[in-house]
T-cell receptor
Framework: SQTIHQWPATLVQPVGSPLSLECTVEGTSNPNLYWYRQAAGRGLQLLFYSVGIGQISSEVPQNLSASRPQDRQFILSSKKLLLSDSGFYLC????????????FGPGTRLLVL | QKEVEQDPGPLSVPEGAIVSLNCTYSNSAFQYFMWYRQYSRKGPELLMYTYSSGNKEDGRFTAQVDKSSKYISLFIRDSQPSDSATYLCAMIQTGANNLFFGTGTRLTVIP
């Protein structure tokens, strides 16, 4: 089965600072990769997904961007954080078409002050 | 109307009770259905994964899918305090890339 690594686990950043969250995947190749945000007490909001290296689809307009420099590496970035960027960020890996479900990483808790 | 609807709870039950968690959906093209369990401050972990209609059992957990009613359920038998978590339903249609999630039901099992 797949293993998803995310770091850091917790991050406190001032408003206006940059952000880089990294996700790496083991145990699979050519996965679809996903970034979700989960606000306190709310469901999962899909931010970005990628079906291959350099291929990024954005689901919602926002202050964030994503990149996939390698097959099993997915990065979430921001040039200037906003207070509203606070939340729990989850990386997930899966195969297209429901052939395999999505597996989630442990998440990064981001607090923007 | 949301693609997937899930009662957010919270739901509190005594230890040993049978728990029923449910989701409804509107897209008849959904073919794969999942239940995830998420402990506080952790990533969701997959509990059950089913294809199309029918039942699937795994230990104390049973997943049911009724495509005619667009309704899925997760039953937990002999509930334990360790089952206390948020349960998320999710679904996807064949050939698609994205899962659609419910908002999650928060369950507390009281010893």
């Amino acid at each position: 089965s797949q293993t998803i690594h995310q770091w850091p686990a917790t991050l406190v950043q001032p408003v206006g600072s940059p952000l880089s969250l990294e996700c790496t995947v083991e145990g699979t190749s050519n996965p679809n990769l996903y970034w979700y945000r989960q606000a306190a007490g709310r469901g999962l909001q899909l931010l970005f997904y990628s079906v291959g290296i350099g291929q990024i689809s954005s689901e919602v307009p926002q202050n964030l961007s994503a990149s996939r420099p390698q097959d099993r590496q997915f990065i979430l970035s921001s040039k200037k954080l906003l207070l509203s960027d606070s939340g729990f960020y989850l990386c997930a890996s899966g195969l297209a078409g429901g052939r395999e479900t999505q597996y989630f990483g442990p998440g990064t808790r981001l607090l923007v002050l | 109307q949301k693609e997937v609807e899930q009662d957010p709870g919270p739901l509190s039950v005594p230890e040993g009770a049978i728990v029923s968690l449910n989701c409804t959906y509107s897209n008849s093209a959904f073919q794969y259905f999942m239940w995830y369990r998420q402990y506080s401050r952790k990533g969701p972990e997959l509990l059950m994964y089913t294809y199309s209609s029918g039942n699937k059992e795994d230990g104390r957990f049973t997943a049911q899918v009724d495509k005619s009613s667009k309704y899925i359920s997760l039953f937990i038998r002999d509930s334990q305090p360790s089952d206390s978590a948020t349960y998320l339903c999710a679904m996807i249609q064949t050939g698609a890339n994205n899962l659609f999630f419910g908002t999650g039901t928060r369950l507390t099992v009281i010893p």
